[in-house]
């Protein structure tokens, strides 16, 4: 087997973990996640073995994104720590909240006190997280690994579209159908809207953000910075990109919206078209100019899809449903006073990576009913069950994927990474927003694309324009 035909194995093995994350229910259910480990874990093997026989090579996409997979490692690193035994001094030391929990565990059940400790609260869910946040950092290298020239970042991005595609699909003719099936089964909840694959309809709403966010980058990839020579040529330009070989890009991306009008998600709407804005606010900001192209795209999609194509489907009622949130009406229980006082108390090491269920009933104070294993504010858990430091090197890969991104939009001058610097930045934004609400950072599919997002700002950013082989 040639290096190339290596390098192309892997590459398409990656498309297929993307394509197969979100099937399973978002990847969320403990098989689930055990199939990404497994999954993510092998290529990477595969991509080793490749290594030492010189079949694949570092990349300069790599080397650049290594601030971001040192970052991610570290947090991995320290969620195993989490789970391990630890000295009792040590624990108490480290976190006396944590220590004295398992020593009032111990005494009510009548136990001896054992000589070891967890910082976490429940050892094995940190254990697994540890995993999790593993494959997550591999995955991300493995993008910036196997997407070393313009064809793969394409091809990539048509991946994330396509399956984002599917899910929209899926999930409208399931609803409009009557049949409301997710995978293979019929659904248990969320009857009634569009959910596509996902049990939750806001975390298929923050997966069709990120692939939305992708295929508006490719759309503005495609665009002319150029100014056309009279009006008849602008008009050409513009009706060629918006109307002839982009129909399917389109098509899909309508489908895409239909989808997330459907889901009905208040806060997934309001993200995407936030992120929209802001992000065009930032590209013009970038390139210092808007052209009309860009103009028309950005009309087409809020005009066409929102106020014609998503009326059919319910977009009324999304807003309807907006207007009408108070937080004195809402269904959903307020548990963010009491996650801050968590925080408070497990500041540096954090219960434990999984164990917001175990650690939020010791904190009832009777202004909530119900269960919770998941807080509804990804900025809240992640300290929580981290600590702040752990979750600090969260917001420093974030941050420094955004800025590539941006970078990209504001210094390369080759149209596909203006574009997929576009889509990166869009659909972090859009996730960094719907994330103030929601927990799609805790649903593995979507964490999974949102790193691969970060690589894509990465490879937007140090890919070289010209071509340079195909060695990985």
Known sequence: MTDTRYSNFLFYCLLFVLLWL?????SKPEWAMGILQ???????????????FKAVNLTPGFRKGLPILAALLLVAGWLEIQSLSLPASMVQGLSPVAYQFQVDAATALGQTLPDAFSLSLDPFASHLHAMLTLAYALLFALALLLVNDQRRLKWLAWAIVAGGGFQ??????????????SFFIDKEAGRGVATGTFVNRNNFAGHLEMAMAIGIGLL???????RARDRMEWLRNTLKTLMSSKVLLRAILAAMVIGLV???????????FSSLLATGFLYAVCRKTLSRGMIILFLSLIVIDTVIVSQWFGLDKVVERIEQTRMDTELRADVNPVSL???GDFVL?????GSFYTTLPAYHDGTWRGFFDLAHNDYLQFPLE???????LLVFSVVFGLWQAIQAMRQRRNRLYIGMGFGAAMGLVALLIHSTVDFNLQIPANAALFVVLLAIGVLARHLPTAKAGRRC
Do not use: C, D, H, K
């Not at 092998?42 to 073995?49: G, I, Q, Y």
């Not at 503005?220 to 150029?226: A, D, F, I, Y």
């Not at 981290?386 to 600090?392: D, E, I, M, N, Q």
């Open 22 to 26: 979100p099937l399973p229910f978002g």
């Open 262 to 272: 459907m889901s009905r998600s208040r806060m997934g709407n309001t993200a995407f």
């Open 349 to 353: 090491t954090g219960s434990g990576a």
């Open 168 to 181: 929209a699909v899926f999930g409208v003719l399931s609803t409009l159908s009557g049949l409301e099936w």
């Open 38 to 52: 497994i999954l993510v874990f092998v290529l990477a093997a595969f991509w080793l073995v490749g290594y030492a």
């Open 386 to 392: 981290f600590g702040v430091p752990a979750f600090l």
């Open 220 to 226: 503005v990839s495609q665009l002319q910075e150029t």
């Open 341 to 343: 006082v968590i925080i």
